[in-house]
């Protein structure tokens, strides 16, 4: 490994695996916006006020006091065709291609002195980090992960330090920050291990690698046919990576917003993706979330006590009321009942699975409180939409308006006289205008960057195997016609809005070995 300036560094990218490629623009000679006449030491108080004004739910009130309202709520915000499970695989696949840890208020002209400690691909490695050999605390010697389980309990769990930390011992940490996606994590997981004990029956010469590979498939074609089929506007999606198959049965697929995004070209993750476009799923949070029928009936866990319960030990004082903040052990009450956050085949129609919120300007008023001072109604660090707003104008993101034009994207303008012209708000404010669903503009810059981002990964599936499907790959096929443990991976069916899904999260969870009810057979 080279440790010159320069020399050596144009060897290792974009090829290598171990490649994590800087942050960049798309639009790179647009001027930056922020909110006219307002000086930089009062963007804060500026962001905060407007936050608390436009971008809440119910202004001037605790989650805690909405608990009576929930169902009102529900059915105000509540989208009609994205269950509440796709908001935290949403938060699973930002956490799999990205990570900036520059911190808030620190204002980076130049994005592409950044590192992103992520790959610039959707190559799981915020599950398997950087493999056994690397990290072998995180396996078991057959290459299958380590697991958890509740106490006293056959339920599992993330594999954890000993209390009082109860840290998860996990590729990337973020996906601990709260219980909903510890435990999207905890199914890839269980997938794995599932696939991995079918090639060892099988007699494949490498478990593991035969694992890692049609997982990370499964979960390529899972993030472009299920989860971005149903945020994303359908000719947007359908421009963006089209199967095209030539007169010889040659396969190839097309990126058709490779003008606005070619990662093979230029290597990079776009600040207007990472920092505005991607962010629409802080909109799809809601407040409280019903979890388990077996140990929690239809009561409702709030996302964060927003109280001083919150300060207290859950393992030295059972007796405190859960909520589903991260970095805590999980408990029977948090435990998710899939078929409650996903539409499986045991889902009560009419009931569940419970929906995510529409994208739009308004978020839960559990976002509210993401600080230390929850009490502090002043407090940027409380407000993720402020925060949000605030990191836009550090970036010097340009305005909405402005990047749509730079990408050649028509239509009205969304915004009503007064309202800020950041480009999330923008993005959000679009969606808004789509009844929920992401704009134009938005569905563009999501749709490149994630088509860019499997286009130039030479190890996606559409590289490697452009005529690949789930329904043919050879260990999901030993999976489902195993003799002694068959798994019907695709026993759930679900049609909305023309959308058909057969392979798409559901069937990780089926991979898991987690019963659709979550807890009762465990």
Same mark, same amino acid.
């Given at each position: 490994?080279?440790?010159?300036?320069?020399?050596?560094?144009?060897?290792?990218?974009?090829?290598?695996?171990?490649?994590?490629?800087?942050?960049?623009?798309?639009?790179?000679?647009?001027?930056?916006?922020?909110?006219?006449?307002?000086?930089?030491?009062?963007?804060?108080?500026?962001?905060?006020?407007?936050?608390?004004?436009?971008?809440?739910?119910?202004?001037?009130?605790?989650?805690?006091?909405?608990?009576?309202?929930?169902?009102?709520?529900?059915?105000?915000?509540?989208?009609?065709?994205?269950?509440?499970?796709?908001?935290?695989?949403?938060?699973?696949?930002?956490?799999?291609?990205?990570?900036? %840890?520059? %911190?808030?208020?620190?204002?980076?002209?130049?994005?592409?002195?950044?590192?992103?400690?992520?790959?610039?691909?959707?190559?799981?490695?915020?599950?398997?980090?950087?493999?056994?050999?690397?990290?072998?605390?995180?396996?078991?010697?057959?290459?299958?992960?380590?697991?958890?389980?509740?106490?006293?309990?056959?339920?599992?769990?993330?594999?954890?330090?000993?209390?009082?930390?109860?840290?998860?011992?996990?590729?990337?940490?973020?996906?601990?920050?709260?219980?909903?996606?510890?435990?999207?994590?905890?199914?890839?997981?269980?997938?794995?291990?599932?696939?991995?004990?079918?090639?060892?029956?099988?007699?494949?010469?490498?478990?593991?690698?035969?694992?890692?590979?049609?997982?990370?498939?499964?979960?390529?074609?899972?993030?472009?046919?299920?989860?971005?089929?149903?945020?994303?506007?359908?000719?947007?999606?359908?421009?963006?990576?089209?199967?095209?198959?030539?007169?010889?049965?040659?396969?190839?697929?097309?990126?058709?917003?490779?003008?606005?995004?070619?990662?093979?070209?230029?290597?990079?993750?776009?600040?207007?993706?990472?920092?505005?476009?991607?962010?629409?799923?802080?909109?799809?949070?809601?407040?409280?979330?019903?979890?388990?029928?077996?140990?929690?009936?239809?009561?409702?866990?709030?996302?964060?006590?927003?109280?001083?319960?919150?300060?207290?030990?859950?393992?030295?004082?059972?007796?405190?009321?859960?909520?589903?903040?991260?970095?805590?052990?999980?408990?029977?009450?948090?435990?998710?009942?899939?078929?409650?956050?996903?539409?499986?085949?045991?889902?009560?129609?009419?009931?569940?699975?419970?929906?995510?919120?529409?994208?739009?300007?308004?978020?839960?008023?559990?976002?509210?409180?993401?600080?230390?001072?929850?009490?502090? %109604?002043?407090?940027?660090?409380?407000?993720?939409?402020?925060?949000?707003?605030?990191?836009?104008?550090?970036?010097?993101?340009?305005?909405?308006?402005?990047?749509?034009?730079?990408?050649?994207?028509?239509?009205?303008?969304?915004?009503?006289?007064?309202?800020?012209?950041?480009?999330?708000?923008?993005?959000?404010?679009?969606?808004?205008?789509?009844?929920?669903?992401?704009?134009?503009?938005?569905?563009?810059?999501?749709?490149?960057?994630?088509?860019?981002?499997?286009?130039?990964?030479?190890?996606?599936?559409?590289?490697?195997?452009?005529?690949?499907? %789930?329904?043919?790959?050879?260990?999901?096929?030993?999976?489902?016609?195993?003799?002694?443990?068959?798994?019907?991976?695709?026993?759930?069916?679900?049609?909305?809005?023309?959308?058909?899904?057969?392979?798409?999260?559901?069937?990780?969870?089926?991979?898991?070995?987690?019963?659709?009810?979550?807890?009762?057979?465990?």
């Amino acid at each position: 490994m080279s440790h010159s300036s320069g020399t050596g560094i144009k060897a290792l990218a974009p090829r290598s695996k171990f490649y994590k490629g800087p942050f960049g623009r798309l639009c790179k000679n647009l001027p930056p916006w922020s909110p006219p006449g307002v000086p930089s030491e009062k963007l804060h108080d500026h962001f905060v006020a407007f936050a608390n004004a436009n971008m809440t739910e119910r202004p001037n009130e605790l989650p805690q006091d909405l608990a009576d309202d929930a169902e009102a709520l529900d059915l105000e915000f509540g989208s009609k065709d994205v269950p509440a499970g796709y908001t935290y695989f949403g938060q699973f696949v930002d956490h799999d291609i990205t990570f900036d %840890p520059t %911190p808030l208020g620190v204002r980076v002209s130049d994005p592409n002195a950044l590192d992103n400690f992520r790959t610039p691909r959707l190559d799981l490695d915020c599950v398997y980090g950087t493999g056994p050999s690397d990290q072998p605390f995180m396996y078991e010697k057959d290459g299958q992960f380590r697991i958890g389980k509740i106490d006293g309990t056959n339920i599992p769990d993330l594999p954890r330090t000993p209390a009082p930390h109860s840290r998860a011992i996990i590729g990337d940490m973020r996906n601990d920050e709260n219980s909903i996606v510890a435990q999207v994590q905890l199914a890839f997981l269980l997938a794995h291990n599932r696939l991995v004990r079918q090639a060892k029956k099988e007699g494949l010469p490498n478990p593991f690698m035969a694992a890692r590979r049609t997982l990370t498939w499964l979960y390529q074609w899972i993030v472009w046919h299920d989860f971005l089929d149903r945020v994303t506007i359908n000719d947007v999606w359908n421009t963006a990576l089209k199967k095209v198959t030539h007169p010889d049965d040659r396969v190839e697929w097309d990126a058709g917003l490779s003008s606005i995004y070619d990662w093979k070209n230029t290597p990079f993750m776009p600040i207007e993706f990472a920092v505005a476009a991607y962010r629409f799923g802080h909109s799809m949070v809601r407040n409280s979330y019903q979890t388990n029928f077996a140990h929690n009936k239809l009561d409702r866990i709030p996302l964060f006590a927003n109280t001083t319960s919150a300060e207290q030990d859950v393992d030295a004082d059972p007796q405190v009321e859960p909520d589903l903040r991260g970095f805590q052990p999980l408990r029977i009450e948090t435990a998710i009942q899939w078929d409650w956050f996903l539409a499986m085949s045991t889902s009560v129609v009419g009931q569940f699975p419970q929906m995510a919120r529409k994208i739009d300007t308004q978020l839960a008023n559990a976002l509210l409180f993401l600080g230390e001072n929850d009490a502090d %109604p002043n407090s940027v660090e409380n407000k993720l939409a402020a925060r949000n707003l605030i990191r836009g104008v550090d970036m010097e993101l340009p305005s909405g308006r402005d990047v749509a034009k730079c990408l050649g994207v028509t239509g009205k303008n969304p915004l009503s006289k007064g309202e800020p012209e950041a480009l999330w708000f923008y993005i959000l404010k679009e969606a808004q205008r789509n009844k929920g669903r992401l704009g134009r503009l938005g569905s563009t810059i999501v749709c490149a960057v994630f088509a860019g981002l499997l286009k130039g990964d030479p190890m996606s599936w559409i590289n490697m195997d452009p005529k690949w499907e %789930p329904e043919t790959d050879p260990l999901l096929t030993a999976v489902r016609n195993d003799a002694d443990d068959p798994v019907d991976l695709n026993q759930d069916f679900e049609s909305s809005n023309s959308l058909t899904v057969d392979w798409g999260l559901p069937t990780i969870i089926r991979l898991a070995g987690l019963p659709s009810d979550g807890l009762a057979s465990i």
